[in-house]
């Protein structure tokens, strides 16, 4: 049975290369992503990032801007200034 929750998701924006991630594990250790799968064929905008077990620990989403809806993009900077801006 499926059962709704609302959990936080940890999420980052890198302005110079125009790319979100989503983090489904967290903290991701260095080099867990231990497969990538692309997709949109066409763009190949989206990676999945699988960790050893094959489970999906995060989502890159590349050309950011133009694939996030503007308000989700503009929580995650907001967020990230706050957390930049903390002592």
Excluded: W
């Amino acid at each position: 049975m499926y059962t709704e929750k609302r959990i936080p998701l940890l999420c980052s924006y890198d302005s110079d290369a125009d790319a979100a991630y989503i983090y489904l594990d967290h903290p991701i250790p260095p080099a867990a992503a231990q497969r990538v799968i692309p997709f949109d064929p066409d763009q190949g905008m989206f990676n999945l990032d699988l960790n050893p077990e094959g489970h999906v620990v995060g989502l890159e989403i590349l050309g950011a801007r133009s694939r996030l809806p503007p308000a989700l993009l503009q929580a995650i900077l907001k967020n990230q200034d706050q957390t930049e801006n903390k002592p």
